[in-house]
């Protein structure tokens, strides 16, 4: 059995599942132990240790308020009375240069001490250089003595680097899906639905999404979770309630963004035993051909046709749903991505 040190400072909120839920699911395998290292793991990993701080940041337990001296004495003593076969780091963003939220910034505490460590050491990043190469980044899995990277987005694998990578796609719980969701597509409704960010959010890295939007909303086809206030903020839906909403639409909407992500709703939507609809993005070939629909937001009267098709011939859409299901279930679960996980370590 391994032994793993997580190291990992983030308060995960609504997308825990995809993030840390995974992680420790990895204790569920025979073959690892993970003991954590970060002040919001308890809930998750039960060998954890709080990284001794300044002042709370509860928001983001941000790093600026690390104690670096007293967190570097307790991590030594986390290491010797565990004797780790490795350390595993994982940045949920990666990107958020503004707010010192890239692999840099977000791990700048452990910038002394994780490189004299002699222990192989991985990282996963969500979303790695987003906006466009930076070599800066890239440098940084060498300053610090990284073995191999991990990206949650394919298309990050097209940027240079100094060590190996590697895709790690999302994954999902395969028994909460199964648990909730809607197979009678007679029973859903024949609208889009769409969960997550958009209007009050980065609107030029979603603008595939927010036009899509904003034309069903004119064709009254869209479905979304209750609209909190006047700048778009909507009901944060978690877990089973999460996967209920998706899976009552006969459709659900997501996009790769300007950054060309494999997103996680990707995943998600397909699993929900709902029809997929979203924009071209690497990965999407992956997925057998024509069973979602892709838009393109110079013809969104072409994707209104293509709805109403499905509507109306409720077998076809059924037998095109429940082959994207399957293989997205089978495939994209968190076991077979935590085999995945497994053979690169």
Known sequence: MKKILYIDNKQYGHNA?????????????????????GNFLKNYIKDSYNIPIKSQ???????????????????????????????????SNGSSYEIEMDNIGWYSWLSNILPKIDLPKYHITTDYCRSGFRQEQADWFVNMGYTAAFFRHKESLKYPSPIPT???????????????????????????????????????????????????????????????????????LLKEEYVKFLTKNMFNLTCGGTSNYFTAKYIQIPAAYSMLVCSKTNGLELYPKDTYIEYDINDLEKLYNNLNYHINNLNITNEKINTLFNFVINNYNHNNIKKLFSNKI
């Open 57 to 91: 940041n509860k928001k983001y337990g941000i790093h600026q308020d690390i104690d670096i001296i007293k967190s570097n004495i307790e991590l030594d003593k986390i290491l010797k009375k565990y004797k780790p076969d490795l350390i595993l780091t994982y940045n």
């Open 166 to 236: 590697y895709w790690l796609p999302f994954s999902i719980d395969k028994d909460r899906y199964e648990r909730n969701i809607i197979k009678n597509i007679s029973k859903k409704e024949k609208k889009v639905g769409f969960i997550g960010a958009a209007h009050n959010s980065a609107r030029e890295l979603y603008s595939q999404r927010i036009a899509a939007i904003d034309f069903l909303i004119s064709k009254k086809m869209l479905n979304i979770t209750e609209v909190l206030d006047s700048k778009f903020n909507r009901k944060i």
């Open 17 to 37: 599942d995809l993030h840390i839920e995974f992680i420790a699911s990895l204790n569920d395998n025979k073959n690892f132990q993970i003991i954590g290292y």
